[in-house]
């Protein structure tokens, strides 16, 4: 079975970076054609997506985060890393990691991992 684990520290100070990890079991994050997305959620708000990194290395960040983002991957770890740089307060949210297709193609199932809260405080 897929599972996505979300790892990192829950406590970042505003202007530092926040740092996660997931970690991908029962698949490989080579496997064509899955994109492995970071998607948070502020509380009492919506999903914002972060980006991704793409089943071939390549990364996508949305418009208005791509200057902090980065995403990364370790394939010897099977694992891909998000860093988002100089972090607000109001950046505070649960984060989660993601495998879904590039498109919607038949057997090709969106997994979620749990989601891990980060607060950014001083």
């Known amino acids: 079975q897929v599972q996505l684990q979300e790892s990192g520290p829950g406590l970042v100070k505003p202007s530092q970076t926040v740092s996660l990890t997931c970690t991908v079991s029962?698949?490989?994050?080579?496997?064509?054609?899955?994109?492995w997305s970071w998607i948070r959620q502020p509380p009492g708000k919506g999903l914002e997506w972060i980006g991704y990194?793409?089943?071939?290395?390549?990364?996508s960040y949305s418009p208005s985060l791509k200057s902090r983002a980065s995403i990364s991957r370790d394939t010897s770890k099977n694992q891909f890393t998000l860093h988002l740089s100089s972090v607000t307060p109001e950046e505070t949210a649960v984060y989660y990691c993601?495998?879904?297709?590039?498109?919607?193609?038949?057997?090709?199932?969106?997994?979620w991992g749990q989601g891990t809260l980060v607060t950014v405080s001083s």
């Open positions: 993601v495998r879904e297709p590039d498109v919607p193609r038949t057997w090709y199932v969106e997994v």
């Open positions: 029962g698949d490989s994050i080579t496997t064509v054609y899955y994109y």
């Open positions: 990194i793409s089943y071939n290395g390549s990364p």
